[in-house]
């Protein structure tokens, strides 16, 4: 039986799917929004993207607002636009399986650009990753 303080358009769905509307419940600030046919398009970023605005309106920040949460998306970035880039870097790449694009933000505003790159390159190196 359906808890009757979900909203009104939960407690109506039915399953569907991998939906089951049994499952829903409040929780500490997780969002998860994909197309469960692998049907790519711009509407599930600007989707994500309201996720993450709606996490903060819960207060799902940390206590320091300049030290930032970790909070993101994580997308798939077409092939080609991906080459393309890593190609005006003189990048280049034979495979797609074990490609990825991380994100870095260095926040720490005592931190140079270069001391940065110094700190992920030595990630990297000690995780025996290619950079």
Not at 41 to 60: F, V
Not at 119 to 127: D, L, N, Q, R, Y
């Amino acid at each position: 039986m359906l808890d009757s303080s979900k909203s009104k358009h939960l407690s109506e769905e039915r399953s569907s799917g991998l939906y089951d509307p049994e499952y829903e419940h409040d929780n500490c600030g997780f969002g998860f929004i994909a197309n469960i046919k692998n049907h790519k398009s711009h509407q599930i970023i600007k989707q994500a993207l309201e996720i993450l605005e709606n996490l903060d309106h819960r207060g799902a920040v940390g206590a320091d607002p300049l030290a930032g949460d970790g909070a993101g998306i994580l997308i798939q970035v077409p092939d080609k636009i991906l080459r393309e880039e890593m190609s005006k870097e003189n990048i280049v790449c034979q495979t797609t399986v074990d490609t990825a694009l991380p994100w870095f933000s260095c926040l720490e505003m005592r931190w140079s650009k270069a001391r940065c790159m110094e700190s992920i390159e030595k990630t990297v190196a000690k995780e025996k990753l290619a950079f």
